[in-house]
């Protein structure tokens, strides 16, 4: 049996004229379209020398066009690397260089910059703007719609997606047909989606949350989403009055919070609000609560394993706690220096196993070995602990991974480029408490006796080199970093001495 992600989202579909994806202009696209679309960009994909197991990379503003691209490429055998809009061309070269796709997708303007990068691999490039147009799409127009899809094994590659660690280079996690597959599929039930359902769908589409849970979760539902290109908070709340689910991260929940049209009548038809990609603060899920007469559903998963814990849709959705293990999931806390798994209530390593979990790094098979026990579990780099009742609490990690705003920042990238302006004797990055984006990236720098580095010479020397979202919010200087007695910088003193930074 073809076990391709594609097939499995579309086989069986009995209403092609249902209503998919309501855009923000108004524009309906039935489950029809999307078949026939996809057909077009898959023909077109192959076209352009696109082979099953290929990789196409894409880095372009959220569309339905580039939501189709998503579809289609699973559709032609191909992996998809979907690449962070605010990712630079110094970013860009590394992820392009590491994944060698056979083509690059991206933005017309950023094409001549991109084209430069494809070309040191050989790669194609073609374009596509926030509104669908560009030069694949043009293509696609006059394109047959008809494509037979390309039989997949549960195990091949559906997509690549780069996740960040505290040191060396970004990671290629690489999820199979199956990973996508029996983690959306279990989530519609655990979830409780139907074909009624209407989905707020406000997340970018070039991670995990976004692409993998808001998507194929509706698709495979034969629900309804609306797709705003960006969070609107006062759009959300008008939209309210006819959908049903709205998926969020940490910032969407407290920005809505601070408007006063959200009551109780607004949120009137909802039934679920889901919360995820990092923590949540415990007086935000209580005011969530007081303001709407809702509980936020609070999830945990990484790039790596899908979704594996959430609170239950029936049952208490407790404050700071992600909820117990999803079902055919396994979730264990070891202990950090044997393995030993700890009983109820003690803090270790988080460690997962099950369908979802990834088949491993890009690439890289000894990382890959060391993030593995030999009993097949994953070992997250989240420390946390397991309750009585199998609730789930994240009290932080064992690596030093900065979670802002729902993206991961990995501090020794920030580092490195700070290390190397003028002045700068050394830095340290920090995740610092944040109301509004969960952590706030922080830079703690040591400057040379004289040397005139102030705030804005960081800032002005990071513009251009980094994402915004790896940008420190704030940047201070000290005399010299705490060390413990094997010169290790202490992180965690320096989270302690400026935890109320941002409050």
Same mark, same amino acid.
């Given at each position: 049996?073809?076990?391709? !992600?594609?097939?499995?989202?579309?086989?069986?579909?009995?209403?092609?004229?249902?209503?998919?994806?309501? =855009?923000?202009?108004?524009?309906?696209?039935?489950?029809?379209?999307?078949?026939?679309? @996809?057909?077009?960009?898959?023909?077109?994909?192959?076209?352009?020398?696109?082979?099953?197991?290929? +990789?196409?990379?894409?880095?372009?503003?959220?569309?339905?066009?580039?939501?189709?691209? #998503?579809?289609?490429?699973?559709?032609?055998?191909?992996?998809? !690397?979907?690449?962070?809009?605010?990712?630079?061309?110094?970013?860009?070269? #590394?992820? &392009?260089?590491?994944?060698?796709?056979?083509?690059?997708?991206?933005?017309? /303007?950023?094409?001549?910059?991109? @084209?430069?990068?494809?070309?040191?691999?050989?790669?194609?490039?073609?374009?596509?703007?926030?509104?669908?147009?560009? =030069?694949?799409? @043009?293509?696609?127009?006059?394109?047959?719609?008809?494509? %037979?899809?390309?039989?997949?094994?549960?195990?091949?590659?559906?997509?690549?997606?780069?996740?960040?660690?505290?040191?060396? +280079?970004?990671?290629?996690?690489?999820?199979?047909?199956?990973?996508?597959?029996?983690?959306?599929?279990?989530?519609?039930?655990?979830?409780?989606?139907?074909?009624?359902?209407?989905?707020?769908?406000?997340?970018?589409?070039?991670?995990?949350?976004?692409?993998?849970?808001?998507?194929?979760?509706?698709?495979? @539902?034969?629900?309804?989403?609306?797709?705003?290109?960006?969070?609107?908070?006062?759009?959300?709340?008008?939209?309210?009055?006819?959908?049903?689910?709205?998926?969020?991260?940490?910032?969407?929940?407290?920005?809505?919070?601070?408007?006063?049209? !959200?009551?109780?009548?607004? $949120?009137?038809?909802?039934?679920?609000?889901?919360?995820?990609?990092?923590? !949540?603060?415990?007086?935000?899920?209580?005011?969530?609560?007081?303001?709407?007469?809702? $509980?936020?559903?609070?999830?945990?998963?990484?790039?790596?394993?899908?979704?594996?814990?959430?609170?239950?849709?029936?049952?208490?959705?407790?404050?700071?706690?992600?909820?117990?293990?999803?079902?055919?999931?396994?979730?264990?806390? %070891?202990?950090?220096?044997?393995?030993?798994?700890?009983?109820?209530?003690?803090?270790?390593?988080?460690?997962?196993?099950?369908?979802? %979990?990834?088949?491993?790094?890009?690439?890289?098979?000894?990382?890959?070995?060391?993030?593995?026990?030999?009993?097949?579990?994953?070992?997250?780099?989240?420390?946390?602990? &397991?309750?009585?009742?199998?609730?789930?609490?994240?009290?932080?990690?064992?690596?030093?991974?900065? &979670?802002?705003?729902?993206?991961?920042?990995?501090?020794?990238?920030?580092?490195?480029?700070?290390?190397?302006?003028?002045?700068?004797?050394?830095? $340290?990055?920090?995740?610092?408490?944040?109301?509004?984006?969960?952590?706030?990236? =922080?830079?703690?720098?040591?400057?040379?006796?004289?040397?005139?580095?102030?705030?804005?010479?960081?800032?002005?020397?990071?513009?251009?080199?980094? /994402?915004?979202?790896?940008?420190?919010?704030?940047?201070?200087?000290?005399?010299?970093?705490?060390?413990?007695?094997?010169?290790?910088?202490?992180?965690?003193?320096?989270?302690?001495?400026?935890?109320?930074?941002?409050?």
């Amino acid at each position: 049996m073809d076990a391709n !992600l594609f097939t499995r989202l579309f086989d069986g579909l009995t209403d092609p004229g249902k209503l998919a994806i309501e =855009t923000h202009d108004g524009g309906r696209v039935s489950y029809g379209d999307l078949m026939q679309r @996809a057909g077009q960009i898959a023909n077109v994909l192959v076209a352009r020398g696109v082979k099953p197991g290929d +990789r196409v990379a894409v880095q372009v503003d959220k569309s339905v066009a580039a939501l189709v691209l #998503y579809l289609a490429t699973v559709r032609a055998g191909a992996v998809y !690397l979907p690449l962070n809009t605010a990712y630079t061309l110094h970013e860009l070269d #590394y992820f &392009i260089g590491d994944a060698e796709p056979k083509l690059v997708v991206c933005d017309p /303007a950023k094409r001549d910059g991109i @084209a430069a990068l494809a070309d040191k691999i050989g790669a194609g490039v073609e374009t596509l703007d926030a509104n669908g147009e560009g =030069t694949i799409s @043009a293509a696609a127009a006059t394109a047959s719609s008809e494509f %037979v899809t390309v039989p997949r094994a549960g195990t091949d590659l559906a997509a690549i997606l780069y996740t960040s660690g505290t040191t060396g +280079r970004s990671k290629g996690a690489m999820l199979s047909h199956d990973n996508l597959a029996s983690n959306s599929r279990m989530l519609v039930n655990f979830w409780r989606f139907t074909p009624d359902d209407v989905l707020i769908h406000a997340l970018p589409i070039y991670h995990t949350h976004g692409l993998f849970v808001a998507s194929n979760v509706t698709l495979f @539902a034969r629900a309804s989403m609306i797709f705003l290109p960006k969070f609107d908070p006062e759009l959300i709340i008008k939209l309210m009055s006819r959908a049903t689910v709205l998926m969020g991260v940490p910032t969407f929940y407290s920005r809505l919070l601070q408007s006063p049209a !959200l009551t109780k009548e607004a $949120a009137g038809a909802m039934r679920l609000f889901i919360s995820g990609s990092a923590p !949540l603060l415990a007086d935000t899920h209580r005011e969530w609560s007081a303001r709407t007469g809702h $509980a936020v559903l609070e999830r945990y998963g990484m790039t790596e394993t899908n979704m594996t814990t959430s609170n239950p849709y029936d049952g208490a959705r407790v404050p700071g706690a992600v909820g117990p293990a999803l079902p055919g999931i396994c979730v264990r806390v %070891v202990d950090t220096e044997s393995g030993r798994e700890l009983p109820p209530g003690e803090i270790g390593m988080i460690e997962v196993k099950g369908p979802n %979990v990834f088949q491993g790094y890009w690439r890289m098979p000894d990382k890959t070995k060391a993030e593995f026990r030999s009993d097949g579990f994953f070992i997250t780099g989240d420390l946390g602990k &397991i309750d009585q009742d199998g609730y789930v609490y994240i009290v932080g990690r064992g690596k030093d991974l900065v &979670i802002t705003g729902g993206f991961n920042v990995y501090p020794k990238e920030v580092e490195t480029e700070i290390d190397a302006i003028p002045g700068v004797v050394e830095s $340290a990055v920090i995740g610092v408490p944040h109301a509004d984006f969960g952590e706030g990236v =922080t830079a703690v720098v040591v400057r040379d006796k004289g040397a005139a580095v102030d705030e804005a010479t960081v800032l002005g020397a990071l513009e251009g080199q980094l /994402a915004k979202f790896k940008m420190p919010k704030r940047v201070l200087f000290v005399d010299e970093l705490p060390r413990n007695t094997m010169g290790k910088v202490q992180k965690n003193v320096l989270r302690d001495t400026y935890a109320k930074l941002y409050s």
